[in-house]
């Protein structure tokens, strides 16, 4: 490189640096030749890094002069020509002029040829900054269009849309009464397409016009559709419905659960029909009658469903199968060897007994409730009556019909006063007792098109359903004199109604069809829904409230020692109320129902225990002193227990548990050894094994008592603060428990698992009292002024308070929520009852969901291609 241009044209710096240059060359890092210089050593860059870059920059200007020259010269020799401009190479675009600080300096012709070279740039720049204005303008344009277009394409989709989901809406509210399950799934659908509003009105009205509850749809055999529901029968408790079915297995499935939930399936055998199913009333059996001529008796209490025994029908299909009220005979009705009857007292070795002899096929067998009357129909048109009180010589009794059908169905009354049979001809007859052995000219019921298939009384006597060939189920309000009118009719099925069976509190009725699907209906709720909250019961002070396993009946607890009994059918309805005078003026604590409903125990002030039961006229049963403190809490186990019906009482600091398998001689099994201050609350689960303890120092004791005999503590809790327990609540699954404290906070935790109860979530609201909702994730928090407020709890560890329901009755005591999740009630110090429908309770999406659950599943592809052809198909309840 050349010496003079490494430094500056300053005097007064440029010997400095010369000083610095010969510094550098007497050191060998550099060498310097005339009026050359060169760089002799690498660690010259490496210590003095700025030189790198000033050589490069000298460098590549003077490379860029070089380039400048040579364009000057070519452009000049040309005569300067404008046309030879842009043939002189890279030096022709340059758009920048020569920096004027450049050590490098530029003669007048490479300045000249500079000059013009950035003019030049610069216009051709303006030239293309307007060309490329004009495109943007255009396409700006073009894309304004498009848009518009697109936004009237896409306002014409989301109208199109929004008439879509209304059209499913309007479907939906026209199809509530005659296929529920159909229009439920509809509404659903019609709010997730747009129209929500729409759908949650006629939510509503589905669920107010409908009684339907949920549906099973028997699992399709292999190459074919769901196989028919033959018949269908309830178990004694009411936990278990059987179905019978083409595919040769009986269904057990649990009808309290929303959907309804399979708890096994019962294989016949033999690759036969099940055309006819029967619980015992008392024995632990269910009977199931084949096509193929066999009647097996299974057990109920045996986990594995264990064939006890096999009644040989002789080949003849049986056509329907009756118990004797103590369980001790079975009818079998046939095709060909009219009724068989077996002695089944000892059930593992059945007697055959003298068969009722017929001329036609034999349809339908029923029993009378009290003594040993068989009645049997079929073929011939008429109802043969058989006393069989001598089984060696029944008495016999022949009842003309009055119609020439055949008759396909018969049922007692529970009470015994009144036969119903039905017929082929799409007619119900109904006789009523004239005493004597004798019969009243039976009334005529025209409900139906086609033959009835099945009949059944509710267990009260005062409802019939009739089933029909024409996919109806018709519910006639039997009147005392004999006769019945048309109460409801119950659409839903798509093929013949085959079976039907009322639930054995009444408030539920299951039908099965040939369609393959059984249905339950809620009549309760259906007939006894309550819009708003009411008042029933006496102004007096209420200690204690408390609903029956049935949700039929709703009990309250005074101060002055009385019992205001509700019908709970009957909410708004004071003159249904029943008053017990239980301890003449002791001030009752605390109260529950026990033994199946059939007693109320009742706690009072003096540490006295009373057992009432409740029959048509309440008399109390039996009374035992529990202690000299007051009864603080009781609360009776939902579910017998190995054979126990668990009573837990506690009396200040002592805990008793009691055994009420039979309420006239109760008997202690233990006291549980608390160790604690008083306890102030009580809570058994939905199986009745385990017990939740609240106390006054803040703790909440589990105990486990599946064992009744060998009871065990499975772990503890107490509140942050040591607050006391105000009350406590299971979870219907039993995972779950809900603990109301004075600190003005719910606690939730988890007890799936043995051990310390793990908090899932910390509610807070001034909760006096809590119940979870069956069937659902709610929660219902009671805050001291009456005010329910409504938690969903699907996810618990980010439970979402719904909303509050405004209406409370101010400083409430107690709260209970019905065993079917219908009815919310609430009593406070003011006196009287709160009765809310719980339905009314729950928001849109709550509805959604309930709709789906109860619908068993989404809308089919077919059925979306039928109602919605132009949307896109979507599992709305996936």
Same mark, same amino acid.
């Given at each position: 490189?050349?010496?003079?241009?490494?430094?500056?044209?300053?005097?007064?710096?440029?010997?400095?640096?010369?000083?610095?240059?010969?510094?550098?060359?007497?050191?060998?890092?550099?060498?310097?030749?005339?009026?050359?210089?060169?760089?002799?050593?690498?660690?010259?860059?490496?210590?003095?890094?700025?030189?790198?870059?000033?050589?490069?920059?000298?460098?590549?200007?003077?490379?860029?002069?070089?380039?400048?020259?040579?364009?000057?010269?070519?452009?000049?020799?040309?005569?300067?020509?404008?046309?030879?401009?842009?043939?002189?190479?890279?030096?022709?675009?340059?758009?920048?002029?020569?920096?004027?600080?450049?050590?490098?300096?530029?003669?007048?012709?490479?300045?000249?040829?500079?000059?013009?070279?950035?003019?030049?740039?610069?216009?051709?720049?303006?030239?293309?900054?307007?060309?490329?204005?004009?495109?943007?303008?255009?396409?700006?344009?073009?894309?304004?269009?498009?848009?518009?277009?697109?936004?009237?394409?896409?306002?014409?989709?989301?109208?199109?849309?929004?008439?879509?989901?209304?059209?499913?809406?309007?479907?939906?509210?026209?199809?509530?009464?005659?296929?529920?399950?159909?229009?439920?799934?509809?509404?659903?659908?019609?709010?997730?397409?747009?129209?929500?509003?729409?759908?949650?009105?006629?939510?509503?009205?589905?669920?107010?016009?409908?009684?339907?509850?949920?549906?099973?749809?028997?699992?399709?055999?292999?190459?074919?559709?769901?196989?028919?529901?033959?018949?269908?029968?309830?178990?004694?408790?009411?936990?278990?419905?059987?179905?019978?079915?083409?595919?040769?297995?009986?269904?057990?499935?649990?009808?309290?659960?929303?959907?309804?939930?399979?708890?096994?399936?019962?294989?016949?055998?033999?690759?036969?029909? %099940?055309? #006819? *199913?029967?619980? +015992? =009333?008392?024995?632990? /059996?269910? @009977?199931?009658? &084949?096509?193929?001529?066999? $009647?097996? !008796?299974?057990?109920?209490?045996?986990?594995?469903?264990?064939?006890?025994?096999?009644?040989?029908?002789?080949?003849?299909?049986?056509?329907?199968?009756?118990?004797?009220?103590?369980?001790?005979?079975?009818?079998?009705?046939?095709?060909?060897?009219?009724?068989?009857?077996?002695?089944?007292?000892?059930?593992?070795?059945?007697?055959?007994?003298?068969?009722?002899?017929?001329?036609?096929? %034999?349809? #339908? *067998?029923?029993? +009378? =409730?009290?003594?040993? /009357?068989? @009645?049997?129909? &079929?073929?011939?048109?008429? $109802?043969? !009556?058989?006393?069989?009180?001598?089984?060696?010589?029944?008495?016999?009794?022949?009842?003309?019909?009055?119609?020439?059908?055949?008759?396909?169905?018969?049922?007692?009354?529970?009470?015994?006063?009144?036969?119903?049979?039905?017929?082929?001809?799409?007619?119900?007859?109904?006789?009523?007792?004239?005493?004597?052995?004798?019969?009243?000219?039976?009334?005529?019921?025209?409900?139906?098109?086609?033959?009835?298939?099945?009949? +059944?009384?509710?267990?009260?006597?005062?409802?019939?359903?009739?089933?029909?060939?024409?996919?109806?189920?018709?519910?006639?309000?039997?009147?005392?004199?004999?006769?019945?009118?048309?109460?409801?009719?119950?659409?839903?099925?798509?093929?013949?109604?085959?079976?039907?069976?009322?639930?054995?509190?009444?408030?539920?009725?299951?039908?099965?069809?040939?369609?393959?699907?059984?249905?339950?209906?809620?009549?309760?709720?259906?007939?006894?829904?309550?819009?708003?909250?009411?008042?029933?019961?006496?102004?007096?002070?209420?200690? +204690?409230?408390?609903?029956?396993?049935?949700?039929?009946?709703?009990?309250?607890?005074?101060?002055?020692?009385?019992?205001?009994?509700?019908?709970?059918?009957?909410?708004?309805?004071?003159?249904?109320?029943?008053?017990?005078?239980?301890?003449?003026?002791?001030?009752?604590?605390?109260?529950?129902?026990?033994?199946?409903?059939?007693?109320?125990?009742?706690?009072?002030?003096?540490?006295?225990?009373?057992?009432?039961?409740?029959?048509?006229?309440?008399?109390?049963?039996?009374?035992?002193?529990?202690?000299?403190?007051?009864?603080?809490?009781?609360?009776?186990?939902?579910?017998?227990?190995?054979?126990?019906?668990?009573?837990?009482?506690?009396?200040?600091?002592?805990?008793?548990?009691?055994?009420?398998?039979?309420?006239?001689?109760?008997?202690?099994?233990?006291?549980?050894p608390e160790g604690r201050s008083s306890v102030s609350c009580l809570s058994f689960s939905g199986d009745g094994r385990r017990l939740a303890v609240g106390h006054d120092d803040g703790g909440t004791t589990l105990w486990?008592?599946?064992?009744?005999?060998?009871?065990?503590?499975?772990?503890?809790?107490?509140?942050?603060?040591?607050?006391?327990?105000?009350?406590?609540?299971?979870?219907?699954?039993?995972?779950?428990?809900?603990?109301?404290?004075?600190?003005?906070?719910?606690?939730?935790?988890?007890?799936?698992?043995?051990?310390?109860?793990?908090?899932?979530?910390?509610?807070?609201?001034?909760?006096?009292?809590?119940?979870?909702?069956?069937?659902?994730?709610?929660?219902?928090?009671?805050?001291?002024?009456?005010?329910?407020?409504?938690?969903?709890?699907?996810?618990?560890?980010?439970?979402?308070?719904?909303?509050?329901?405004?209406?409370?009755?101010?400083?409430?005591?107690?709260?209970?929520?019905?065993?079917?999740?219908?009815?919310?009630?609430?009593?406070?110090?003011?006196?009287?009852?709160?009765?809310?429908?719980?339905?009314?309770?729950?928001?849109?999406?709550?509805?959604?969901?309930?709709?789906?659950?109860?619908?068993?599943?989404?809308?089919?592809?077919?059925?979306?291609?039928?109602?919605?052809?132009?949307?896109?198909?979507?599992?709305?309840?996936?």
């Amino acid at each position: 490189m050349r010496s003079d241009l490494l430094f500056p044209d300053d005097p007064s710096v440029a010997g400095d640096a010369k000083t610095a240059w010969a510094g550098l060359a007497e050191a060998r890092l550099i060498v310097v030749e005339g009026e050359y210089s060169e760089i002799a050593h690498e660690s010259l860059f490496t210590y003095w890094p700025e030189l790198r870059g000033w050589i490069t920059e000298a460098r590549d200007r003077l490379l860029e002069r070089q380039e400048i020259d040579e364009a000057a010269r070519h452009w000049r020799g040309s005569g300067r020509l404008p046309g030879e401009y842009r043939r002189s190479g890279r030096a022709a675009d340059r758009r920048k002029p020569w920096p004027a600080d450049s050590d490098v300096r530029l003669d007048r012709d490479q300045r000249q040829f500079l000059d013009v070279s950035v003019r030049t740039a610069r216009r051709r720049r303006l030239v293309s900054v307007g060309a490329i204005s004009v495109i943007i303008t255009l396409l700006a344009a073009s894309t304004v269009s498009l848009l518009v277009a697109r936004h009237q394409s896409e306002k014409k989709a989301k109208a199109q849309s929004a008439a879509n989901a209304q059209q499913l809406v309007t479907v939906a509210d026209s199809m509530r009464g005659d296929d529920p399950r159909t229009a439920l799934l509809l509404a659903v659908a019609g709010s997730r397409a747009g129209a929500s509003e729409q759908a949650d009105t006629v939510l509503q009205r589905i669920f107010q016009a409908t009684a339907f509850d949920g549906e099973f749809t028997a699992p399709p055999t292999a190459g074919s559709l769901a196989p028919a529901v033959n018949s269908i029968s309830y178990g004694d408790d009411g936990h278990q419905l059987a179905v019978g079915t083409d595919a040769g297995s009986t269904v057990l499935l649990d009808p309290t659960r929303r959907p309804m939930r399979e708890l096994a399936s019962v294989p016949y055998g033999h690759g036969g029909k %099940v055309t #006819a *199913v029967s619980y +015992a =009333p008392t024995a632990g /059996l269910l @009977a199931e009658g &084949g096509s193929d001529g066999n $009647v097996r !008796l299974v057990s109920t209490t045996d986990p594995g469903h264990r064939r006890v025994a096999t009644l040989d029908a002789g080949g003849s299909p049986v056509s329907s199968v009756a118990w004797s009220s103590d369980s001790r005979l079975v009818a079998v009705g046939t095709h060909t060897r009219g009724t068989l009857l077996w002695d089944v007292s000892d059930a593992p070795h059945p007697t055959p007994l003298p068969p009722l002899p017929s001329p036609v096929a %034999v349809d #339908a *067998v029923a029993f +009378a =409730p009290a003594g040993r /009357l068989v @009645a049997t129909a &079929g073929d011939d048109a008429q $109802v043969t !009556l058989w006393d069989l009180s001598h089984q060696d010589r029944p008495v016999v009794h022949r009842l003309a019909a009055g119609v020439t059908s055949p008759l396909d169905a018969l049922a007692f009354s529970p009470d015994g006063t009144m036969l119903a049979s039905g017929s082929k001809d799409g007619s119900a007859q109904l006789w009523t007792a004239a005493g004597s052995g004798r019969w009243r000219r039976p009334a005529s019921l025209g409900g139906h098109t086609a033959a009835v298939l099945a009949l +059944a009384f509710s267990p009260d006597s005062r409802t019939l359903a009739t089933a029909s060939a024409d996919a109806s189920t018709v519910l006639w309000q039997v009147e005392d004199r004999g006769g019945a009118s048309q109460s409801g009719t119950l659409l839903g099925h798509h093929a013949a109604v085959t079976s039907v069976a009322f639930s054995p509190d009444g408030h539920t009725l299951a039908t099965g069809s040939s369609d393959g699907s059984a249905v339950r209906w809620d009549l309760y709720h259906h007939q006894n829904a309550a819009a708003q909250p009411v008042s029933v019961g006496s102004p007096r002070r209420a200690e +204690a409230l408390t609903t029956s396993t049935s949700g039929a009946e709703a009990a309250v607890a005074h101060d002055d020692g009385t019992v205001d009994l509700i019908d709970l059918a009957h909410p708004a309805g004071a003159a249904a109320s029943r008053r017990l005078d239980v301890t003449a003026g002791d001030p009752l604590t605390a109260a529950a129902f026990a033994a199946q409903d059939t007693v109320l125990v009742t706690g009072a002030a003096s540490g006295a225990i009373t057992v009432t039961g409740l029959g048509p006229r309440p008399l109390p049963v039996s009374h035992w002193q529990a202690g000299t403190a007051d009864v603080r809490a009781l609360a009776a186990a939902p579910r017998a227990v190995l054979g126990t019906r668990l009573l837990a009482v506690a009396d200040g600091g002592t805990l008793t548990v009691w055994d009420l398998a039979d309420p006239a001689h109760p008997r202690p099994l233990h006291t549980l050894p608390e160790g604690r201050s008083s306890v102030s609350c009580l809570s058994f689960s939905g199986d009745g094994r385990r017990l939740a303890v609240g106390h006054d120092d803040g703790g909440t004791t589990l105990w486990n008592l599946a064992s009744p005999q060998h009871p065990a503590v499975e772990g503890s809790f107490t509140t942050p603060r040591g607050s006391a327990v105000l009350g406590t609540a299971f979870s219907p699954d039993g995972t779950r428990l809900a603990v109301a404290a004075s600190d003005e906070n719910t606690y939730l935790l988890a007890t799936a698992a043995a051990g310390t109860p793990r908090r899932l979530a910390t509610l807070p609201d001034a909760t006096t009292a809590v119940g979870f909702v069956p069937g659902t994730d709610m929660l219902i928090c009671l805050t001291k002024d009456g005010t329910p407020v409504v938690w969903d709890l699907s996810d618990p560890t980010a439970a979402t308070r719904l909303f509050i329901v405004r209406g409370g009755t101010g400083d409430t005591t107690s709260l209970s929520v019905t065993a079917d999740g219908g009815m919310l009630l609430s009593v406070g110090a003011q006196g009287g009852i709160r009765a809310w429908h719980l339905s009314d309770l729950i928001p849109l999406t709550q509805l959604m969901r309930h709709a789906c659950v109860l619908a068993g599943g989404p809308l089919t592809p077919a059925q979306w291609s039928r109602y919605a052809p132009s949307l896109r198909y979507q599992a709305d309840c996936g």
